[in-house]
């Protein structure tokens, strides 16, 4: 009897165990899951990988979420260079017939030496492509993506019978070489799952407030290509420039008539950026050299802007070199790089505006804010197939409002992403991240 009584009422719990879940708000959810994402979060932080080299990490990630209950596959990702790995992780969970959302996050962090003196602070270093010994941390907040998305999967694990459709959680490598999302691609992402809907991501701020998202909809980040420029010249002895073609000086004369194709040739409406980051060339000061290579990031919104640069950076640049008499088979070499490019990054404004219509209302319109487009770049634009497939990247405010009024106030910059002293809050950041992508998710996929 005191059995039957004992399943009687188990079955009781059972029945009535999914709509009390359903009935329970995401905050209390959320909530209940903080501390244990908090400690995932310092464990990631402490524990960074390079671009190319996550294997820990996307293992990590894989078995968590297979933990929760998802169908996962890893090692997804195929480079240029074959001694990489792909490191990708693809988690689908099947609830019915309805649509495909993505969720990305990536993986990857920066050879920067931590300077935060938080406890849970990197002291990683391994060895760079180039053996080199570089410390590693994650000053982008790659970590804080990882574990938004793991609290997303788990939120969106339990209130499965608030949506339907293919959910697909994606950990991606190598977002700071802007490759890993073309890597994925590449090996055939869009076959392993059905072709998305919608595909959505948070990436951190270093400049908004903990508590709060912001948007962009539209041309939201540039797109970005490395240009390689060498300009070759006749080396020889310093004291004889006579006998010489001095790369030096047409490197001079480049950089500055560079500076005119953005202010000259490009119309004002049309944002654009050519910046010359790395100059190398000569060795002693009583030696011409034979040669001088720079390193340009060139950045638009438009196709047609982007060739038109490159364009101009050729021209410019052999014009130069032949006006101080460089022969023919000397002529520069200009190369734009066709893996570091990224196009840029459109945020679908119909599904943004879903989305944040959404978020305004379980965040608060206060803690939504519609923000200008930067020409700072990301590849998750990659996932639209040139805007086929409606996309929208948030940002998530991670810093202390008392220092961002501090940093309004006094004129003072914060850290920004990539800053050796780059320090997320970690609970609000990410309790207003899971919130905020389960939030987007049931947006997208609600019965
Ligand atoms: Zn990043
Ligand atoms: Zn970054």
């Known amino acids: 009897m005191k059995i039957l009584t004992a399943a009687k009422i188990a079955t009781a719990i059972a029945l009535f165990a999914v709509p009390v879940i359903a009935q329970q708000s995401l905050d209390t959810l959320v909530d209940r899951e903080l501390a244990q994402l908090v400690s995932t979060y310092k464990m990631l932080h402490a524990a960074p990988e390079l671009s190319h080299y996550e294997a820990r990490t996307s293992a990590f990630l894989a078995e968590q979420l297979r933990a929760l209950g998802y169908d996962v596959t890893e090692h997804v990702g195929k480079y240029s260079r074959p001694e990489w790995k792909g490191y990708g992780v693809v988690a689908v969970m099947k609830n019915g017939a309805g649509p495909t959302v993505v969720v990305r996050s990536d993986m990857d962090a920066l050879p920067v030496e931590e300077k935060t003196g938080l406890p849970y602070a990197s ?50 490598p190598a977002e700071e070489t802007i490759d890993g999302a073309r890597a994925m691609l590449a ?150 790089s066709e893996t570091e490019y990224t196009p840029a990054l459109y945020n679908d404004p119909q599904l943004t505006e879903r989305v944040v219509g959404s978020l305004q209302k379980t965040l608060g319109a206060d803690n939504v804010v519609k923000l200008p487009p930067v020409m700072a770049s990301e590849d ?25 009024a501090e940093s309004k106030r006094t004129g003072k910059p914060l850290p920004s992403l990539h800053s050796s002293l780059f320090a997320p809050v970690p609970e609000p950041t990410l309790r207003t991240g899971v919130k905020a992508m389960t939030t987007a998710v049931l947006e997208l996929m609600k019965k």
């Open 123 to 172: 002291t990683v270093k391994t060895k760079n492509d180039a053996g080199e010994e570089v410390s590693v941390m994650h000053a982008c907040g790659h970590d804080v993506h990882m574990t938004t998305l793991l609290g997303t999967a788990k939120m969106l694990a339990q209130l499965k019978d608030q949506w339907h459709g293919t959910l697909v959680l994606i950990g991606q």
């Open 187 to 336: 090996d055939g992402l869009y076959s392993k799952i059905p072709k998305p809907d919608y595909v959505i991501a948070l990436h951190d701020s270093a400049d908004l407030e903990t508590g709060k998202i912001s948007y962009t909809p539209g041309y939201a980040m540039a797109n970005s290509t490395t240009v390689e420029v060498t300009i070759r010249g006749l080396g020889g002895h310093g004291s004889k420039p006579e006998s010489t073609k001095d790369p030096i000086v047409v490197a001079a004369q480049v950089i500055m008539a560079l500076q005119t194709i953005v202010s000259r040739e490009n119309s004002p409406l049309d944002p654009a950026v050519v910046t010359i980051g790395s100059i190398h060339g000569g060795a002693k000061s009583n030696i011409i050299p034979d040669e001088v290579k720079m390193m340009l990031t060139v950045r638009s919104y438009k196709e047609e802007v982007r060739q038109h640069i490159l364009a101009s950076i050729e021209r410019i640049t052999k014009n130069i070199a032949a006006a101080a008499g460089i022969p023919e088979d000397r002529a520069p070499i200009v190369k734009a």
């Open 380 to 404: 998750f634009g990659r996932y639209s197939l040139e805007q086929q497939i409606p996309t929208v990247l948030l940002n998530l405010g991670a810093v202390d409002p008392a220092k961002v």
